[in-house]
């Protein structure tokens, strides 16, 4: 066909079906293979249809009764939904239809057709994970704790696997494990350690997977320090194929100190 598609979308197939002989066809039917890949989809397909599963290699048919000879052509749809993810590789969605009749056909030659769907592959095929840092605005002062939310999405074509986000404890911090996500591995709370958290599986669809970084500010505070700076990043296995843009595949947010959080000392002086 001349439309493409991707993993989640759905394809309907236009059947054209017509008696081109001089007699009428008596008992047609029209047979049909969900292709690989893909799941029949009965609400969107003519209700006529008759399969014996919705799954990748189920059997469907059409009773279409008594075709006319030269009658006008009817036209058939036949709906599946493109599975996600789908293997590295596949490059294509194959599909085949085929007519027959209970009292023969003078040419048999043209009772069958297919048709290939591509993948819209134009930016390439694999997960494209993505990860955003926000600290909700807040101003962090000595001894406070600042709670980074890190969200995860996959905008690619592909299923990612073994989904892994990493965060480096920031300068001047200590990791909080109380206000954070439970799932983190951390060697140590002190500062410069990096800690880790397995996600698993991101499907190639809409959504973002959120999860809490919490660290506390150091009291006291060295001196002159005026932001905390953390800075997450997020992988996968590679069994899905390329990350697409690793360019977004870290987020940094700074977390400015408010003036509260040094020495405030003063002197004051009189003769009196």
Request: aromatic share 4%; charged share 15%.
């Amino acid at each position: 066909g001349a439309v493409t598609v991707d993993p989640a979308n759905t394809i309907v197939y236009a059947l054209s079906v017509e008696n081109l002989g001089v007699g009428d066809a008596l008992g047609a039917a029209i047979s049909e293979t969900v292709p690989e890949h893909t799941t029949f989809l009965p609400a969107s397909s003519d209700p006529l249809w008759s399969c014996s599963g919705t799954s990748a290699g189920s059997s469907c048919t059409l009773d279409a009764g008594v075709l006319p000879a030269a009658g006008a052509p009817e036209v058939l749809t036949f709906a599946v939904r493109v599975d996600a993810p789908i293997p590295p590789g596949v490059t294509e969605i194959a599909n085949t239809a085929s007519v027959s009749s209970l009292n023969g056909d003078v040419d048999p030659f043209n009772n069958t057709s297919s048709t290939t769907t591509p993948f819209d592959l134009t930016g390439g095929t694999g997960p494209d994970l993505a990860i955003t840092n926000s600290d909700a605005g807040v101003t962090g002062n000595a001894g406070e704790t600042i709670a980074y939310k890190l969200g995860v999405a996959n905008s690619g074509n592909q299923h990612a696997s073994g989904v892994r986000i990493s965060d480096t404890v920031p300068a001047n911090t200590s990791f909080e494990p109380a206000a954070s996500d439970p799932r983190w591995s951390c060697s140590s709370p002190a500062a410069g350690t990096v800690c880790t958290l397995d996600l698993g599986d991101v499907s190639a669809a809409p959504g973002v997977t959120s999860v809490f970084f919490a660290v506390t500010i150091d009291a006291p505070l060295a001196a002159g320090v005026t932001v905390i700076t953390n800075t997450a990043a997020v992988v996968d296995d590679g069994s899905g194929g390329d990350d697409l843009d690793l360019s977004d595949n870290s987020a940094t947010d700074t977390t400015p100190i408010g003036t509260g959080s040094g020495p405030d000392l003063s002197i004051t002086k009189s003769d009196s």
